[in-house]
């Protein structure tokens, strides 16, 4: 699945082993913050220098 936002690139969500977001893993889901809600990956997404623009 492809999801995309309005801040940003299109995300690629895979959910067939675990949920990977653009090939990161989700470490930890759902934790609440008071602004939000975090989700804790295996690894740095850096957007693309086109997303840059």
């Known amino acids: 699945m492809v999801s995309s936002n309005e801040t940003g690139p299109e995300l690629r969500i895979d959910s067939s082993n675990g949920v990977k977001i ?3 893993s989700v470490m930890k ?19 693309s220098a086109e997303a840059a623009e």
């Open 29 to 47: 889901a759902d934790i609440e913050a008071s602004n939000g809600v975090i989700h804790v990956i295996d690894t740095v997404l850096i957007p």
């Open 22 to 24: 653009n090939g990161a």
